[in-house]
């Protein structure tokens, strides 16, 4: 996850605080709701001494005065965000937030930045074991970015807390999905990652009997990632029926060919590592086979075509150095699913 968290940017701040003002940022705004840090790491007030500029910090040294303007600490916030310097970019959030000229998508892109510099602080944390330290920076982060959902997602796979796990990696999936959120995508390469958690953390939890949230999984396309095999059903051992879960992802996949209007569709079998070649092979075809009939059940017009592959196609996994053996073992019992 450590280089995940690398795509820091200080292009975040889409507004320049020089933009015109627009209707209705004359007054005090709030940002959008997607605070996840306490209001004392946003609004510490200025020491008020002398108005001299504190130049070892790059932040004026007393509050602003009426005739402050907001394009006067545009350097400042630059420098301290390709410094990554958190605390100075905390106190000039204060200053900025008294100020009546300061657009709202400016403060918001101040926030984001401060927020990915959290992340990349707690990830870096998180990596080496130190969850409660990592889980501190987190909380000073101002906004809730798809960065800091990601590590908090982290934190609770190390203590296998997975349907906590697969609601912040789906929360992750949606800010990076939503431009007002993200206004530069990340590259696909770190999307696909977050997906795959997220995927992964999904299954576990259902296989743990925890409720889950929405299935993600059948996103067409996040904000240019789409992923060639989508996991649609799982399975328990020996298993090749569907149980109540199984049949409430095959009902989500029916209504995604539905709604799609997809001519053709393949659903590919898989099994874990347990038995014999020719045993796996039977076993994830069968499984593959369920879910067809599902789907025709169930309605769906699409031309099914159906593939087992056995063991022969284990998982890429993203998370696979904190799993279990059971759990890995679960992951590879699946049907995936490919739009032709």
């Given at each position: 996850?450590?280089?995940?968290?690398?795509?820091?940017?200080?292009?975040?701040?889409?507004?320049?605080c020089?933009?015109?003002?627009?209707?209705?940022d004359?007054?005090?705004?709030?940002?959008?709701?997607?605070?996840?840090?306490?209001?004392?790491?946003?609004?510490?007030?200025?020491?008020?001494?002398?108005?001299?500029?504190?130049?070892?910090?790059?932040?004026?040294?007393?509050?602003?005065?009426?005739?402050?303007?907001?394009?006067?600490?545009?350097?400042?916030?630059?420098?301290?965000?390709?410094?990554?310097?958190?605390?100075?970019?905390?106190?000039?959030?204060?200053?900025?937030?008294?100020?009546?000229?300061?657009?709202?998508?400016?403060?918001?892109?101040?926030?984001?930045?401060?927020a990915?510099?959290?992340?990349?602080?707690?990830?870096?944390?998180?990596?080496?074991?130190?969850?409660?330290?990592?889980?501190?920076?987190?909380?000073?982060?101002p906004?809730?970015?798809?960065?800091?959902?990601?590590?908090?997602?982290?934190?609770?796979?190390?203590?296998q807390?997975?349907?906590?796990?697969?609601?912040?990696?789906?929360?992750?999936?949606?800010?990076?999905?939503?431009?007002?959120?993200?206004?530069?995508?990340?590259?696909?390469?770190?999307?696909?990652?977050?997906?795959?958690?997220?995927?992964?953390?999904?299954?576990?939890?259902?296989?743990?009997?925890?409720?889950?949230?929405?299935?993600?999984?059948?996103?067409?396309?996040?904000?240019?990632?789409?992923?060639e095999?989508?996991?649609?059903?799982?399975?328990?051992?020996?298993?090749?029926?569907?149980?109540?879960?199984?049949?409430?992802?095959?009902?989500?996949?029916?209504?995604?060919?539905?709604?799609?209007?997809v001519?053709?569709?393949?659903?590919?079998?898989?099994?874990?590592?347990?038995?014999?070649?020719?045993?796996?092979?039977s076993?994830?075809?069968?499984?593959?086979?369920?879910?067809?009939?599902?789907?025709?059940?169930?309605?769906?017009?699409?031309?099914?075509?159906?593939?087992?592959?056995?063991?022969?196609?284990?998982?890429?996994?993203?998370?696979?150095?904190?799993?279990?053996?059971?759990?890995?073992?679960?992951?590879?019992?699946?049907?995936?699913?490919?739009?032709?």
């Open positions: 996850m450590k280089q995940l968290l690398t795509f820091f940017v200080v292009a975040l701040l889409t507004s320049s020089s933009s015109s003002t627009e209707k209705g004359s007054q005090p705004s709030q940002s959008r709701d997607r605070s996840v840090a306490p209001e004392s790491t946003r609004s510490n007030p200025l020491p008020q001494p002398v108005r001299k500029a504190d130049k070892s910090k790059g932040v004026p040294s007393s509050p602003p005065t009426n005739d402050a303007q907001c394009t006067n600490y545009e350097s400042q916030v630059k420098q301290a965000v390709q410094a990554n310097d958190l605390e100075t970019l905390e106190e000039l959030l204060a200053t900025l937030n008294r100020l009546l000229d300061c657009p709202v998508s400016y403060l918001d892109g101040v926030k984001r930045s401060m990915q510099i959290a992340a990349a602080k707690a990830d870096s944390l998180t990596q080496q074991g130190q969850l409660a330290e990592a889980k501190s920076w987190l909380k000073r982060a906004t809730m970015v798809w960065g800091t959902q990601v590590v908090y997602g982290d934190i609770a796979a190390r203590r807390q997975w349907q906590m796990t697969a609601r912040y990696y789906n929360q992750a999936l949606d800010l990076i999905a939503d431009p007002q959120a993200t206004p530069k995508a990340p590259p696909k390469a770190k999307t696909k990652k977050v997906y795959q958690l997220a995927s992964e953390a999904q299954v576990l939890a259902a296989n743990s009997n925890a409720p889950v949230g929405p299935n993600y999984m059948m996103f067409g396309n996040v904000r240019g990632f789409a992923p095999k989508r996991p649609v059903v799982h399975f328990g051992y020996g298993k090749m029926t569907l149980d109540e879960k199984g049949k409430k992802s095959a009902q989500q996949l029916a209504s995604y060919l539905k709604t799609q209007n001519a053709q569709v393949t659903l590919i079998g898989h099994s874990d590592s347990t038995g014999s070649h020719a045993a796996c092979d076993v994830s075809k069968k499984r593959a086979y369920a879910v067809k009939n599902y789907l025709l059940k169930a309605g769906v017009t699409t031309q099914i075509r159906v593939i087992g592959k056995g063991k022969r196609e284990p998982p890429q996994l993203a998370n696979r150095a904190i799993y279990t053996q059971d759990e890995i073992n679960a992951l590879n019992r699946r049907v995936e699913f490919t739009v032709n």
